[in-house]
């Protein structure tokens, strides 16, 4: 059975306001930005972190759920 943090958690992104800009960063040595996706008010990202993703930054008033809580950008 899966335990809480492996990698394959997801982890939901609330947006609170139009224009939350959610990046992907690289995993590995070389860490650079390599996706953005843009949410609007109201709208929802589930992801995941990968093999290809290992942080992430959110940009914008947002509520952040994950299996260590729950955290908001305000
Ligand atoms: N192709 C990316 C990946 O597999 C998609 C992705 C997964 C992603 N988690 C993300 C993009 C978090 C932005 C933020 O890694």
């Given at each position: 059975m899966e335990k809480s943090g492996d990698k394959n958690d997801f982890f939901v992104i609330k947006a609170l306001e139009d224009g939350v800009n959610v990046i992907g960063l690289t995993r590995g040595?070389?860490?650079?930005?390599?996706h953005s996706e843009k949410l609007d008010r109201n709208e929802v990202m589930i992801a995941q972190f990968t093999d290809h993703t290992s942080a992430v930054k959110i940009r914008g008033k947002a509520i952040i759920q994950t299996s260590h809580g729950e955290v908001s950008t305000e």
């Open positions: 040595s070389d860490t650079r930005f390599h």
